[in-house]
């Protein structure tokens, strides 16, 4: 499709986004729905008693997929470029992180929960979770390795707020070690093209990578063009 016309297309959206409230909102509330339900599965999980050796095989399990299923997420956000969709000023929003990687400065609390916002997909996956562990038996290691998903996706997105907003001693040593995301691999999905889109600790990439090298076309020179002609805000951003 014609670049001018998927610009064009992109600044609408952009405008719509500015100019109605109910985006912004729609953050709003995503954010509880989701931040309310990992607290009630918690309520739920927590009671269960499993065992400090299941605890961690479960919480490594987590990670992992964590980190694999957000990449995933975020490989086809890259490339989506629905801008005329219902989605389409949210869409736009989110390929702004591109033109702008940096953050505003918050307490990781409020990043959380603003983060948090922007993760419609684990409310389904909360509903379908917490309907699961209503509904049926579930085996207790496996429920508390849906909790720590659930809550990890969060904790991601504060992970990619440290990579490129901090350079605190904590972070820094947390991301060396493996348990949050390293500024330098994650600066690879920036400067280069299609690669590196997992943002819990990037354990995961290597696949990523792979899928994305198959069936995604990129963003360098797709979706990153879009932008090209947009006067951003200063309200834009994250």
Wanted: proline letters at 3%.
């Amino acid at each position: 499709m014609d670049l001018t016309f998927k610009q064009k297309q992109f600044n609408a959206a952009m405008d719509l986004y500015n100019s109605r409230k109910i985006y912004k909102l729609f953050g709003i509330v995503v954010s509880i729905t989701n931040i309310s339900m990992q607290i009630y599965l918690l309520s739920k999980v927590i009671p269960l008693s499993i065992g400090i050796a299941q605890q961690i095989g479960a919480l490594i399990v987590a990670f992992i997929l964590t980190d694999f299923i957000n990449g995933l997420i975020h490989m086809y956000m890259d490339i989506n470029e629905d801008y005329e969709s219902i989605a389409g000023p949210l869409i736009a929003n989110f390929h702004l992180h591109h033109k702008n990687p940096q953050y505003k400065r918050n307490p990781l609390a409020i990043v959380y929960f603003n983060e948090s916002g922007s993760k419609v997909w684990l409310a389904g996956y909360l509903i379908i979770v917490l309907f699961l562990c209503n509904a049926f038996m579930l085996n207790s290691i496996v429920l508390y390795s849906l909790l720590y998903i659930a809550i990890l996706s969060s904790v991601a997105e504060v992970s990619h707020y440290l990579c490129h907003s901090s350079n605190s001693i904590v972070a820094i040593f947390l991301a060396r070690i493996g348990l949050l995301l390293p500024k330098r691999h994650h600066a690879k999905h920036h400067l280069q093209d299609n690669m590196n889109y997992a943002f819990l600790n990037g354990v995961t990439d290597p696949l990523i990578n792979l899928i994305a090298k198959k069936y995604s076309k990129g963003y360098k020179n797709n979706t990153d063009m879009h932008y090209a002609n947009y006067k951003a805000l200063n309200t834009d951003g994250r």
